[in-house]
């Protein structure tokens, strides 16, 4: 199990930028999933983008070339870089580990074990 705390979030404008941090307690090395989910008011949550063990990475189309995932393990930290914010960006957002067999990653939220208390993200027009 890892303990995950996000940070980073915050009221912007629309157009703008914002960067998540997902801190993990211990590495995430042997991870074989990082992801970031989001949920707005009144809706499901929704899967944002994954970084598998071997840095593939992969986006919902709602965020394509807008968002970025990265992670850097010297400092057991996930990132989400967020450009072009728009006002259906506005949500919550976690971060989750896949800690669990068989490793990999996927784009339901059931898949992964560990979670974050979330980050709230609202993007004003």
């Known amino acids: 199990q890892v303990q995950l705390v996000e940070s980073g979030g915050g009221p912007v404008q629309a157009g703008g930028s914002l960067k998540l941090s997902c801190l993990a307690s211990?590495?995430?090395?042997?991870?074989?999933?990082m992801a970031w989910f989001r949920r707005a008011p009144g809706k499901e949550r929704e899967w944002v983008a994954f970084?598998?063990?071997?840095?593939?990475?992969n986006y919902a189309d709602s965020v394509k070339g807008r968002f970025t995932i990265s992670q850097d393990n010297a400092k057991n930290t996930l990132y989400l870089q967020m450009n072009n914010l728009k006002p259906e960006d506005t949500a919550m957002y976690y971060c989750?580990?896949?800690?669990?067999?068989?490793?990999?990653?996927?784009?339901?939220?059931?898949?992964?074990?560990?979670w974050g208390q979330g980050t709230q993200v609202t993007v004003s027009s």
């Open positions: 989750a580990a896949r800690s669990s067999w068989p490793p990999g990653c996927a784009t339901g939220w059931s898949w992964y074990n560990d």
């Open positions: 211990r590495s995430t090395s042997g991870n074989s999933c």
């Open positions: 970084i598998a063990r071997g840095g593939s990475t």
